[in-house]
């Protein structure tokens, strides 16, 4: 009799803890993302189900803050001809409330939009995992909304950037860091096309790997940027250039291989600082 009441008391404690487990399951349970032109404007866990093909409009907005978006391994592409939309596209909603908290987790791809990612407004979120192919002007860009206000302290980690126009371009944002990207251009890179691009302030570009561009990474007009332990080789024209702008810091990067491999348009180079990067050529005042 004890040891039946030991099975069912057992019993009842594994039905209880499955009890538990599929409820915890069920409040995870992300909502599939079927089609094109889909706005998230609640918050939540979101999954794209199956790949997309979107020939017009943006594939997929965001207007919402604590979203969870995963790709799950789908690609999501765009028209043609050029491509006038955004393939994820994260900024505000009918309220002009900025959008904080968003994630988009990769793996997946995202290939042939004006911009494969584009952030407007958006505040501490991330992009992390993706895959940027052949995007017309860039793999992922960050703006400022459309009354002004910047976007800041997003991440961007771990992307694939590859054949887009520019891979990634900070012209909105500051506070943000690009972390551990690969960006690439494997076709015409004599030609055309940027790595990283940063035009705001007080972002953080830390070991990322730049190839194959015309400009490796480039700075322009953004002030305090810190340009920490990149890999950037075999850029046709410039490995890592600062165009205009003060305050910024290039230390510890390996730049080879590159028509010049370090430059600063500021002859005497004070205002920068350069520092402990390995490199052949350079502008002269850069040790």
């Known amino acids: 009799m004890e040891s039946v009441k030991r099975d069912i008391m057992l019993t009842l404690a594994l039905l209880a803890s ?24 609640a918050p939540g866990d979101y999954v794209l189900a199956n790949d997309l093909t979107c020939v017009s409009g943006d594939a997929i907005r965001i207007t919402a803050s604590n979203v969870t978006l995963r790709l799950a391994g789908h690609t999501i592409a765009g028209g043609c001809c050029p491509p006038t939309a955004d393939g994820i596209q994260v900024g505000p909603g009918p309220n002009l409330e ?8 990769g793996p997946g791809r995202i290939t042939s939009f004006l911009f494969g990612v584009h952030f407007l407004g958006a505040l501490s ?3 992390t995992g993706l895959t940027l192919l052949d995007n017309h002007d860039a793999g992922i860009k960050v703006d400022a909304d459309s009354v002004g206000r910047q976007s800041s302290r997003n991440l961007f980690s771990a992307n694939v950037a590859t054949d887009n126009g520019i891979g990634l371009w900070d012209v909105g944002g500051h506070f943000d860091r690009y972390v551990g990207n690969a960006v690439s251009q494997t076709a015409n890179g004599n030609l055309g096309g940027f790595g990283i691009t940063i035009e705001t302030d007080e972002n953080i570009v830390h070991g990322n790997q730049v190839s194959g561009h015309f400009l490796g ?3 322009q007009g953004g002030n305090r940027n810190s340009i920490l332990a990149n890999l950037v080789t075999d850029n046709f024209q410039l490995g890592i250039v600062i165009a205009s ?6 230390h510890a990067n390996s730049a080879v291989r ?9 002859a005497t180079c004070t205002l920068n600082s350069w520092k402990s990067n390995a490199f052949t050529t350079a502008t002269p005042c850069i040790q």
């Open 245 to 250: 702008g003060s305050g910024n810091v290039v």
């Open 125 to 127: 979120s991330q992009v």
């Open 98 to 105: 900025q959008p904080h908290d968003v994630k988009i987790i």
């Open 18 to 41: 499955l009890a538990s487990l599929s409820a915890a399951q069920s409040a995870y349970t992300a909502t599939p993302i079927t089609s094109c032109g889909k706005v998230i404007s």
């Open 258 to 266: 590159n028509g010049t491999d370090l430059a600063d348009a500021d």
């Open 217 to 219: 990474i480039l700075l």
